[in-house]
């Protein structure tokens, strides 16, 4: 937002949120019935616009995607949710001037329109105005508006972005793009006079005008060397960089495209072209190793789009099927005294969902990834799109980045295993995703990585050990191996109630219940363990110490669980086995997914997540399911491993002695319980 909003600041259908689009419905009811005008303005009209959000999108997917932009980028900082909210109203530029041509084409006895396809002339004829006029006049109206009222009034909204995207060059207030929209029109107006117009000189400029504005505002650069040591071309077209010191200088490079202006009239950076050097040499913003890497995976298919280079502005909300339930109110986050004060949890962090949860991660859709992921109805029809991407992942597909984050001195980064959530079940594929989580634990000790912690099914006990498998067959790893569970049950028990006598727990002998069993038991609490299995219930109660060992017992039946007000699941609990609780029971949950709410009676809490300390930065997109600056516990277990610069790894069975220890590193780093 503007320092000092001014006249004509908001659009006018600012307040229409996403009805807005509703304005392209004419253009469609035209063409669809058969209404359109000899010249098929309409249909004209809604191409452009098609044309116009594709080649964006393709914009901000390219600049997210860590791969492409990490040996050239210009800034090292990255951006937050504010940003990716400030800049969602991206395409109202697209619907004005799909608007204003239609009202200049409309215009009694103007006759705008008759156009041949092609006309030589006129695409000449359009270079040159845009070069002459256009571009003049775009100049000192943009050093108009960097004085002080204007600037206040409008102009500081646009710069509001330090660091750019892409779509940030489209990003101004209503009465901004009411003036760019006029000074833009001078090619297709004056073209159209000099009897030069034609409907490919019209798509061009408007298209060709888009890819140098989201050329500019890319945080990498690309421009090649060859095409800028061209003799001139450096003052006749401008790269990422050159306007990159527009954003961070302010009072400098305010030329349009052409920076020919600022060398005439004495505004060109003298370290332009120094930057632009470095930045093609990876010296700008040097791409370091992270400190801490997490991985995540997929889940179901549609979490594809989850990721932060897919739906910008989907990916930076929470990731929600349609089917799962609301977010539950949380219990009592506080923490446990040292008695059995303890709750439970334990959920997988940061990984896939459904497979269109890849747009969510950072470098795909912008604002998507900087909020909760919700899968929409929208979504269905996209599903089709993922069954490919699944198959080449699986063939040919290896770890990638999906985001990167700061958090005091730790470079934080989130990597992706190529797989989803149903491959998990597969045993055919645990040897073809462990060599995925290998491949990325060799990468990462390879180029410094301190901590490396596996998130949701990566470490699935049956998959790997809890990652034990990984530190067995490579014991001179340096970098540390973490499963994060230790911290994910500290949250499950400090989400009990103060004072809970006994629980009924679910998913008994995992590596989290066994923990939570242990650990309760030592407190005094009576743990009543699920499992139709003698043998492992055996096997845990034996490693409580002697005076502890009665109060654990087992249960073969879910009604054994009928008279206990707290229930820790962690596993599936059907409808039907709910009903086995108490009324205004409270079920403790830890099993991903999470279960239906199908109790009205009851209380169900969330999955164990933390709330990140304000130092966290970067964060642009929502890791799935979780609102925005929270992650799982899972995940806040590794980078508080990082943080305490714990030596050693964090594998298989969880420890029970060290779960108040990793509690106490948690709350005092300011990582708060969700």
């Not at 004209?44 to 050239?72: C, G, P």
């Not at 409309?106 to 105005?129: D, E, R, V």
């Not at 290998?438 to 949701?456: M, S």
Request: proline fraction near 6%; include cysteine; charge should be positive.
């Amino acid at each position: 937002m503007a320092l000092k909003p001014g006249f004509m600041y908001k659009f006018p259908w600012e307040d229409m949120g996403t009805f807005k689009y509703l304005l392209f419905v004419p253009y469609v009811a035209t063409v669809a019935m058969g209404c359109d005008d000899a010249d098929d303005w309409a249909f004209h009209m809604l191409v452009i616009a098609a044309f116009r959000y594709v080649h964006a999108q393709f914009w901000i997917s390219l600049s997210r995607i860590h791969a492409i932009t990490q040996h050239s980028k210009i800034q090292a900082k990255g951006i937050d949710f504010k940003q990716v909210d400030r800049e969602d109203t991206w395409d109202d530029y697209i619907i004005l001037q799909l608007i204003v041509m239609t009202l200049v084409h409309k215009c009694p006895g103007l006759g705008y329109g008759g156009w041949p396809i092609w006309n030589a002339a006129g695409m000449w004829q359009t270079l040159l105005l845009h070069a002459g006029p256009t571009e003049f006049v775009y100049y000192w109206l943009h050093r108009a508006l960097h004085h002080h009222s204007l600037y206040r009034a409008y102009h500081s909204h646009h710069h509001a972005s330090f660091v750019t995207e892409p779509i940030t060059g489209s990003v101004h207030p209503f009465a901004e793009h009411l003036m760019y929209t006029a000074n833009f029109a001078i090619p297709l107006l004056g073209t159209w006079a000099f009897g030069g117009a034609s409907w490919t000189s019209f798509y061009a400029y408007l298209i060709g005008f888009d890819v140098l504005n989201n050329i500019g505002h890319c945080n990498f650069e690309f421009v090649p060397r060859w095409f800028m040591n061209l003799p001139g071309v450096k003052y006749l077209i401008y790269t990422p960089s050159y306007h990159s010191l527009h954003h961070s200088k302010v009072h400098t490079n305010f030329c349009l495209f052409m920076p020919v202006y600022d060398l005439v009239y004495g505004t060109l950076d003298p370290t332009s072209h120094t930057l632009y050097a470095k930045a093609m040499d990876g010296q700008a913003a040097p791409n370091v190793a992270p400190d801490v890497v997490f991985m995540a995976h997929g889940t179901e298919l549609l979490s594809l789009f989850h990721l932060p280079f897919a739906l910008r502005s989907f990916s930076s909300r929470p990731f929600k099927s349609a089917c799962k339930p609301l977010n539950p109110k949380p219990l009592n986050p506080k923490p446990l005294n040292p008695k059995p004060q303890t709750p439970n949890s334990k959920l997988q962090i940061t990984r896939g969902t459904e497979l269109l949860s890849l747009f969510h991660l950072p470098f795909a859709l912008r604002s998507f990834s900087s909020r909760p992921f919700k899968s929409a109805w929208w979504l269905q029809p996209l599903l089709p799109l993922c069954l490919p991407v699944v198959a080449v992942l699986r063939l040919v597909g290896r770890p990638f980045v999906a985001d990167k984050h700061r958090l005091l001195h730790l470079n934080c980064s989130t990597w992706v295993t190529p797989a989803w959530g149903f491959q998990f079940f597969i045993k055919s594929e645990f040897g073809h995703i462990n060599r995925k989580i290998e491949q990325a634990i060799l990468e990462a000790d390879r180029t410094g990585t301190k901590v490396v912690g596996l998130g949701a099914l990566n470490k699935n006990e049956s998959l790997n050990g809890g990652g034990q498998l990984f530190v067995d067959k490579h014991p001179d790893l340096k970098v540390r191996v973490v499963h994060g569970n230790t911290l994910t049950a500290a949250a499950i028990l400090h989400k009990l109630p103060s004072g809970v006598k006994e629980i009924f727990l679910t998913g008994a002998t995992s590596k989290l219940g066994r923990a939570i069993a242990l650990y309760l038991a030592a407190r005094g609490v009576r743990v009543v363990m699920y499992t139709t299995s003698t043998e492992r219930f055996e096997k845990i109660r034996g490693e409580a110490d002697e005076k502890h060992r009665g109060n654990i017992e087992q249960a073969t039946t879910l009604e054994d669980g009928a008279g206990i007000m707290d229930w820790v699941v962690g596993k599936y609990c059907s409808a039907k086995d709910q009903s086995k609780a108490p009324k205004h029971a409270t079920f403790h949950q830890f099993v991903v997914p999470p279960i239906p709410e199908s109790r009205k009676d009851c209380v169900y809490t969330d999955l164990p997540a933390f709330r990140l300390p304000k130092a966290a930065k970067d964060f642009r997109s929502c890791e799935m399911t979780m609102e925005r600056g929270h992650v799982h516990a899972c995940h806040a277990g590794a980078l508080v491993h990082a943080l305490e610069e714990w030596t050693e790894n964090e594998v298989g069975a969880i420890d029970p002695t060290r779960i108040d220890l990793t509690w106490e590193a948690a709350l005092k780093h300011n990582f708060t319980l969700a």
